[in-house]
């Protein structure tokens, strides 16, 4: 009958709505007893390993100029203890003194052919508003979301720039070995097996 049928769909709805209702809850559950992991910072094998991959996270980071954020947050959680939100915010301080010391460094450096600072200042400005919206709403999410849901966020995020970083990594080295037998092809045509590496221009 109309009144069964009714009744069956009215029944289907309460439990779908349920369902999203305690979706919703579980997503969300830890936004208001979130508990911040703030281990004894006691001297330690945790202490030296954290250190010295510290280290190295701002060495490569600064010369592949990634930051070396996905080094610092799986270091500060797994290694030294933190929490995944303490460890998000700790690296970006992390990653801000290696920003200092690079821009420091590049400061006076020029391009290696055009007669301008290998910093592009005016690209930078035009970045720096979407960054700093981009910034504002990660911040927003990092104190909404739950724990779990920032550390499957982190894996997801380091998967996919460590993949694309491998790839790239990949194609630069296939380019060089490309030029490098077109060079040797070139100086055995000459008739010439020893050539000379000419400097860039530099700028003044």
Known sequence: TLKEVASAELEIEEVELTFLRKAINFLWQNRVGYQHVWPDMEFGWQIVVGSLIGFFGAAFGSVGGVGGGGIYVPMLTLIIGFDSKSATAISKCMVMGAAISTVYYNLKQRHPTLEMPVIDYDLALLF?????????????????????????????????????????????????????????????????????????????
């Open 128 to 204: 720096q508003p979407m960054l700093v919206f981009g910034i504002s709403v990660g911040v927003a999410f990092n104190v909404i979301f739950a724990d779990w849901m920032i550390t499957v966020l982190l894996i997801v995020l380091f998967i996919f720039t460590s993949t694309k970083a491998f790839l790239r990594g990949v194609d630069t080295w296939k380019k060089e070995t490309i030029v490098k037998k077109e060079a040797a092809q070139q100086l055995a045509s000459n008739g010439t097996q020893d050539g000379e590496y000419k400097a860039l221009p530099a700028g003044p």
